[in-house]
């Protein structure tokens, strides 16, 4: 009996002990199920979050896989380009080819890009941006497009206006003085005891032509730049040739990686930087040329100088086009500088160097990098 009795404790014992576990693992199981519903909740209003955000961005997004099958695009791009539908998983690639020539070439370039189409008997400018990505093993495109036109044509009016401006004052500062000269000239001539003086006036009219040759030059050479021709080039033979111009430069060792860029544009850009690092200073050996290698190729190079340094509001226009501190400056070497870095899809920036005077950087990046309110529509539906 006693032990019967005790059995019966012990099961009670134990029926108690499994009711409380049970009590205390339902709690912590509702817990996890409470934290995990908040996740899900949270990462859905994330997604929806995410979702509003990209179909209601002002650029139109396309994302389309390595074969070419349209996974994604937003309102934008289906407005722009599919007259309002939604063709996800039609073949991408395939619809370029029934769209017009000039929208499937800016479509299919590898790099970011600007570029015109006409649509409707009127010109169009589009800035195109491509990513590159892999997802769930297959490789991806995501390509952004983005109206320019009303925008680049407010910019290019204040830029014309600039460009008259400018043109018109150095125009008026030679013709001018050779107006001068030449009736200066034909006083002169009517008297022969003043022939000696036609010397300084064919000399002075000399040097204002030649200025003002130079000066249109200047415009001529940055409105031709060619588009870069990038190619492996050792930076020890690269180095070599910039030593040859400037004998006085101090140059830094050679990377033994090699760069990847067009070789005669970069040293242009480098022959302008350099020039101005001479004028700067007051002494050469302040000039210093060093360069710089990361993996994959990618590369800084920078010229720093000794000079009197720059103010506040130089160093934040002085890659701007036209302007210039120099009293015969066109305002267009750095701006050229600026053009041959970042169309190699580098960065050119400016900075006081520690000490006194400047440091112009240039990064260039590795080969990898280097290749790889709707106003208007470019519709690929339709040929």
């Known amino acids: 009996m006693a032990l019967a009795t005790l059995g019966l404790v012990l099961t009670s014992v ?15 199981v509702g817990a996890l199920q409470q934290a995990l519903a908040d996740a899900r909740a949270e990462h859905a209003q994330r997604e929806r979050l995410l979702q509003t955000v990209v179909e209601n961005a002002p650029m139109a997004i396309v994302l389309y896989g390595n074969t070419g099958k349209l996974q994604y695009s937003n309102a934008e791009a289906r407005e722009l380009f599919f007259e309002g539908r939604s063709l996800t998983g039609e073949n991408f690639l395939r619809l370029l080819d029934r769209a017009p020539e000039a929208l499937r070439q800016g479509l299919l370039t590898e790099t970011d890009a600007l570029f015109t189409v006409e649509q409707d008997g009127e010109l169009g400018t589009y800035h ?4 590159y990505f892999e997802l769930e093993h297959e490789q ?74 130079a000066f249109l030059e200047g415009y001529a050479r940055f409105a031709r730049l060619p588009k870069p021709r990038s190619e492996r080039v050792p930076w020890a033979r690269f180095l070599d040739g910039i030593r040859m111009l400037y004998p006085a430069l101090n140059v830094s060792e050679a990377p033994s990686q090699d760069g990847f860029f067009d070789s005669g544009q970069i040293q242009q850009a480098l022959i ?22 990361a993996e994959g190729g990618a590369a800084t190079l920078t010229v720093a100088d000794r000079g009197t340094g720059m103010t ?64 208007g529509r470019l519709t690929l539906t339709r040929g």
């Not at 680049?152 to 008026?172: A, T, Y």
């Not at 302008?272 to 290698?293: D, I, Q, R, T, W």
């Not at 506040?312 to 050229?336: H, I, Q």
Request: net charge positive; hydrophobic share 45%; proline share 4%.
């Open 272 to 293: 302008n930087l350099l020039k101005n690092a001479f004028e700067a200073s007051s002494e050469p050996s302040g000039v210093e040329l060093a360069v710089s290698s």
């Open 14 to 28: 134990g029926l108690l002990v499994a009711l409380s576990l049970a009590r205390k693992y339902a709690v912590k």
């Open 140 to 213: 991806h495109t995501l390509l952004m497009v983005k109206h320019l036109t009303p925008e680049l044509g407010r910019q290019e009016i204040e830029v014309w206006k600039k460009v008259i401006r400018i043109i018109n004052h150095e125009l008026n500062n030679s013709l001018a003085p050779i107006s001068s000269m030449v009736h200066s000239a034909r006083l002169i001539a009517k008297n022969p005891a003043q022939i000696a003086k036609l010397d300084r006036v064919f000399d002075t009219i000399e040097e204002r032509s030649s200025h003002l040759a």
């Open 312 to 375: 506040d509001e130089v160093l934040k226009n002085a890659l701007l086009p036209f302007f210039s501190t120099k009293e015969k400056g066109t305002g267009l070497g750095l701006a050229l500088c600026r053009e041959i870095v970042e169309a190699h899809r580098g960065k050119l920036g400016l900075a006081r160097r520690e000490g006194g005077g400047i440091v112009v950087s240039i990064w260039l990046p590795s080969r990898h990098l280097a290749l790889p309110s709707r106003t």
């Open 128 to 131: 195109l941006a491509k990513r």
